[in-house]
C-alpha cells in the first residue's frame, strides 16, 4: 500500500482513537463532578444532623474552611461560630428540619424549619416561653469539601410574631391612642459638653426598648438655648401599665448586663431629667 492510500487510513484511526479519548475524558470528569456534588451534599447535611442539632460546635474546624468569612467580617470556624452562640444561649433544645437540599456546582442550597423555645434573651427580646417554627433557606458555597461562604434568610417577620413581640395583625401597628395607652415622657437638660454621650446613650435606650413586648412607639423633641444647652423631650407609649412595668424590669436587666448607672451617668455629666407618666385620652 502506497503513503498517500495510507494517510487516509491513518486520520481515520487518529480521530476514532482521539473521539474516543475524548469520551472517555468526559466521562471521568462528570464522574469527578457527581462525586463532588454527592461529597458537598454530604458535608451540609452532616453539619446539620451532627453538629448543629447537636450543638457540638467544636466539630465546626472540620466543616468551615479557613478563609470563611460571616457577615460582621469575623473569619474561619469562630465566625460561623458566632452566629450559633446567641440562638443556643436563647433557644438551648433548637433543632433544624431540612426540608429541599439542591446540590449545583460548588453550591448547596438548603430550605428548613427550625424549632425551639424561648427561654434565654436573644439580642434585646427578653425570654417569652414561646415555641416557635421558622422558615429559612441558606446557600453555601465549598471549596475541598470545607464551607467558604454561606448566605442565609429567615423569615425575620413570623419569628417575632411568633414570640409575641409582634402582633399577627401588623394593621394593629397603626398607631390610635387608647385609654389603656400610658405614655411615659422624660424631660432632659443637657449641658452643651455632654450632648455627644448623651445621644450615644439615648440611641442606644430607644433601640432597646423598640423590641420589648408592649411597646407602641416613641418621639423626641428637643430645642437649644443661647448657651448652647439642650432641653429634650423624649415619649415612649406604651400599651398599658403592665407593659410599662415589664419594661422597667427588662431595662434593669440590661443595665446590669452592660454595667450602666443612669443616677451616675446624669450626674457626672450634669445632665437634669424629670419623668413623669400620663394616660391616653381615647380618639
Not at 460561623?80 to 438551648?92: E, G, N, R, S, V
Not at 429567615?154 to 398607631?175: H, I
Not at 448623651?198 to 408592649?214: A, C, D
Request: charged share 25%; proline share 3%.
Amino acid at each position: 500500500m502506497t503513503s498517500k492510500k495510507r494517510a487516509p487510513l491513518l486520520v481515520f484511526v487518529l480521530t476514532v482513537s482521539l473521539c474516543g479519548f475524548s469520551q472517555n475524558v468526559n466521562k471521568n470528569l462528570k464522574k469527578m463532578e457527581t462525586i463532588q456534588l454527592t461529597q458537598n451534599k454530604d458535608v451540609v447535611l452532616d453539619l446539620y444532623e451532627n453538629v448543629l442539632n447537636k450543638k457540638k460546635l467544636e466539630l465546626l474546624k472540620e466543616y468551615i474552611a479557613d478563609d470563611f468569612v460571616n457577615a460582621t467580617g469575623q473569619k474561619g470556624y469562630e465566625g460561623f461560630q458566632q452566629t450559633l452562640l446567641p440562638l443556643i444561649k436563647a433557644f438551648p433544645d433548637f433543632e433544624y428540619k431540612l426540608e429541599e437540599l439542591i446540590c449545583e456546582g460548588d453550591k448547596v442550597a438548603v430550605k428548613w424549619k427550625l424549632f425551639g423555645t424561648h427561654t434565654g434573651q436573644f439580642q434585646y427580646i427578653m425570654p417569652t416561653g414561646k415555641t416557635f417554627s421558622n422558615t429559612g433557606m441558606a446557600i453555601f458555597q465549598l471549596r475541598n469539601n470545607r464551607i467558604t461562604r454561606a448566605q442565609v434568610l429567615t423569615d425575620r417577620l413570623g419569628f417575632l410574631q411568633e414570640l409575641d413581640v409582634l402582633p399577627l395583625d401588623l394593621s394593629s401597628l397603626a398607631y390610635k391612642t387608647r385609654k389603656e395607652n400610658v405614655h411615659f415622657i422624660d424631660k432632659f437638660f443637657v449641658p452643651a459638653t455632654a450632648q455627644k454621650e448623651f445621644f450615644e446613650r439615648m440611641s442606644y435606650n430607644r433601640r432597646f426598648i423598640k423590641t420589648l413586648p408592649g411597646f407602641i412607639r416613641q418621639e423626641a423633641f428637643e430645642k437649644t438655648d443661647e448657651k448652647g444647652n439642650m432641653i429634650m423631650i423624649t415619649i415612649a407609649v406604651w400599651e398599658n401599665m403592665d407593659s410599662v412595668s415589664r419594661a422597667k424590669e427588662a431595662v434593669g436587666a440590661e443595665y446590669k448586663r452592660i454595667g450602666f448607672n443612669l443616677p451616675d451617668f446624669l450626674q457626672r455629666l450634669n445632665i437634669t431629667m424629670e419623668r413623669d407618666i400620663y394616660q391616653g385620652v381615647e380618639e
